[in-house]
């Protein structure tokens, strides 16, 4: 399946989707030392974020955020593309730190049509993903 | 992004790469939420603990700040000066903190000035109203946005910045008028508020952003003559309980001369009233270790102001802490400078406690001294960072500087009645 976003940073990429449905707090549901799922009792907890595609609704978090982002990048433990249904602030800044391809506003909701482990395709300049093989 | 010929200049790399990374940086930030063009910054406020390598990509070429620009605390137990008193062996200290000397060399050099503090406004760092200014720290945002009137958004350390190289800012969310009326309003018009206590001003922060959550929120029904050391036990906790960017205080803050200006001339979202009731369940969430012997107090969060220190000096006079006991004071290094002048810093070293330029809310993030089970402290942030972060297995007590002295020495708490 094809869909069409908006781009937020730019980038090509391709891999596994990692998909959470709540708000995601970079600060408190990342562990960047494991780039994991750090959100204590969700059924994804302990996953790998790290090398993913990350699909998430928005983000949120204190303003040291990108900071953490960007040391886990170093040990690859940052995700490897952010795919949401709107951009915040936080969610923009980490990616363009570490130049990973982040797309918002897409034409359906995305958050419903993505299943965790679903294998995307980024093509950040178009705005276009491609979910399947 | 409409931009000047000085800024076209920056994005051509003709002011050297650090600025060039920076202003490109900014472009594509202000371009993804609707920027039209920059504005330059009265003042930054940056986070101190940035990565080294990152710093020094931003900062490249860079030999002055873009503005007037202060820094934030060292983080917790790593303040070089204070560790070893904290608890934490200096050579550990320094193998965390490691590139904390390398980024003073930068930060000196560029001109950011070495505050290593969260209240700028207390060390010169003062914009006014209508300023755009970028400042680190959700609590310094709200306050800066609410009491100052200064525009502000919730930039992250990155953007922060690049915001304080370049001196610009895009132009977009609270920095435009439609985005900064209340829409949460609070109202205590039940509570007589001349009776209220720094710890009733907190509960009601806290209780204002767990209702407002991510909106403005607006509160009405305060005196006029609650002054700044009384008000930013309300504010900073705003941020705390919610991500609340401005709290608008009625008749009292720049942009709230009155209700209807406050809200924009519209009906708020949402309308609450706060009461004692209200105050109470508050305190009580912050109360989980009123029972049981403190073993450390905190006050400093935000950083004490001189009066405070005074006010924490003539309680410790001719006193100590209990042997069990730690006192942990947080400040800025210019103002610890004044009350040493006083004699302050003294009677409180005297009297067993340490004086950080920490951030006194995070401490856990580092490992805590095992000794230390329960925390009493004046401050309804540090109270529920330490729950968080603790994630509750250390205890929490919140109230007045005096009953946090009186902890300090006995080890136990005294309540109100």
Not at chain 1, 29 to 53: A, E, M, S
Not at chain 2, 16 to 25: A, M, N, Q, T, V
Not at chain 2, 348 to 367: H, L, N, Y
Request: glycine share 10%.
């Amino acid at each position: 399946m094809k869909l069409k976003g908006r781009t937020v940073n730019t980038g090509d990429v391709e891999g596994e989707a990692i998909v959470l449905e709540n708000a995601f707090n970079f600060t408190g549901d990342f562990d960047p030392k494991t780039g994991t799922v750090g959100i204590k009792g969700h059924p994804l907890f302990g996953q790998r974020i790290g090398g993913k595609i990350l699909v998430i609704p928005t983000a949120k978090g204190a303003g040291g955020a990108a900071i953490s982002v960007y040391n886990a990048n170093k040990v690859g433990n940052a995700p490897i593309g952010v795919l949401c249904r709107k951009a915040d602030p936080i969610t923009a800044e980490s990616a363009m730190i570490i130049g990973i391809p982040v797309i918002d506003c897409f034409d359906k909701d995305i958050i419903g049509i993505i299943k965790t482990g679903d294998h995307v395709k980024i093509f950040g300049e178009k705005g276009i993903i491609i979910i399947g093989d | 992004m409409i931009l000047s010929k000085e800024e076209e200049e920056m994005a051509a790399g003709n002011l050297g790469p650090g600025i060039e990374r920076c202003i490109k940086f900014l472009i594509k930030f202000g371009e993804a939420f609707g920027a039209d063009k920059f504005v330059k910054v009265a003042s930054a406020h940056v986070f101190n603990a940035f990565p080294i390598d990152l710093l020094k990509d931003l900062t490249e070429g860079v030999d002055q700040a873009g503005t007037f620009t202060t820094i934030h605390p060292f983080m917790s137990l790593f303040d070089p000066l204070a560790c070893e008193k904290m608890g934490m062996a200096k050579e550990r200290c320094l193998q965390q903190n490691d590139n904390y000397a390398k980024r003073e060399e930068i930060y000196r050099r560029i001109g950011f000035f070495l505050t290593y503090t969260c209240v700028p406004q207390l060390v010169g760092n003062f914009p006014r109203k209508g300023d755009y200014v970028s400042w680190f720290g959700s609590s310094s945002q709200t306050f800066v946005n609410s009491i100052v009137g200064a525009r502000q958004n919730q930039d992250g350390a990155v953007v922060n910045m690049a915001i304080a190289v370049t001196g610009r800012a895009p132009n977009w969310g609270l920095y435009l008028d439609e985005n900064r009326y209340g829409k949460v309003l609070v109202d205590l018009d039940d509570l007589d508020s001349t009776s209220l206590t720094t710890t009733d001003l907190g509960a009601i922060g806290y209780y204002t952003g767990g209702i407002a959550q991510d909106r403005n929120a607006a509160i009405s029904g305060l005196r006029r003559d609650i002054f700044y050391d009384k008000l930013k036990y309300l504010i900073h906790p705003v941020a705390t309980s919610g991500a609340v960017s401005i709290c608008h205080l009625v008749g009292i803050t720049p942009e709230a001369p009155d209700l209807k200006t406050a809200l924009g001339n519209k009906e708020p979202e949402e309308h609450v009233h706060v009461g004692m009731e209200e105050i109470r369940k508050t305190t009580e969430k912050f109360r989980t270790g009123e029972s049981e012997p403190v073993d450390l107090v905190i006050f400093g969060c935000p950083h004490c102001s001189i009066q405070e220190l005074k006010t924490i000096a003539g309680l410790l006079e001719n006193k100590k802490t209990g042997s069990n006991q730690r006192l942990w004071v947080g400040t800025a290094h210019q103002v610890n400078d004044l009350a040493q002048a006083m004699g302050y810093s003294q009677v409180i070293e005297k009297a067993g406690g340490v004086i950080a330029r920490s951030c006194m809310a995070t401490i856990p993030d580092c490992p805590m001294p095992e000794d230390v089970k329960n925390v009493a402290t004046n401050s309804f942030k540090t109270a529920a960072y330490i729950t968080g972060i603790s994630k509750g297995s250390i205890k929490v007590v919140v109230g007045e500087i005096e009953q946090c002295i009186s902890a300090a020495t006995s080890g136990k708490w005294e309540g109100e009645d």
